[in-house]
């Protein structure tokens, strides 16, 4: 197996529509999610984090000292069980639209200058392919991380809100390095519903409320200006 430098031009295309509202959820989840300890039990599917109970999913696992990833499916201790129902729904997308980092067992990522930071994007991606409504990443033993991603109707989910648009796609673009500016704007317009029109130079949308936004690109597919209009305060 050879280690991953970079993630592959399939992961980027299959992610970057998800970035602006992956990030926008995830802070949603974040703040849904109280700090304390927690336990899991995933016979049971249950995890708990300071009181409050979570229905979750397995993605998989990474192990710190060797910097590589094993997806739930392939765990001998989860392998074939509902609780890995969501990564056997990656594998799935990953054999369809040829993701490597989705379609293999076993993912290197100790060829990453931050491996750490690798496999935060891995299950970001993963979350966002699934339109999860979050993801948890927790030391399960001194030398490995455990990844899971809710599957419970109780965690919110967010909402386009005007006034924070501009923050929220800003970031998203620059979540996934190498991703399209403009397919991670329309795509959290797609995700969420909103009317959209695409220009040479543009794309603009229309919110609810009768806002709008503009969202201005230069030569290098880089965003250039958010612009609001019709917005209350």
Known sequence: MTATTTFSDAFLRTTERHAAWGAQQLEAFTEFM???PWTADLDQRLYRQAGRDLRVSVLGSFDTTEGSWLWGWANPG????????????????GEAHGVPEFRDDLVDLSGFDDPRFAVETLAFGAMGALGAAGYLGVQASP????????????????????????????TGTGLL???SARAVVAGYFGHHGLTHRKEADRISADLSGGATVDVLFDSADRVASVEMKNVSP
């Not at 989860?78 to 799935?92: K, W």
């Open 34 to 36: 109280p700090t304390g």
């Open 78 to 93: 989860f392998g074939g069980t509902p609780v890995v129902g969501a990564a056997d729904e990656i594998r799935r997308l």
């Open 143 to 170: 030398e490995g991380r455990l990844y899971m991603v809710p599957d419970d109707p109780q965690v919110p989910r967010a909402v386009p809100d005007a006034l924070t648009l501009p923050r929220v796609l800003l």
């Open 177 to 179: 390095g190498g991703s």
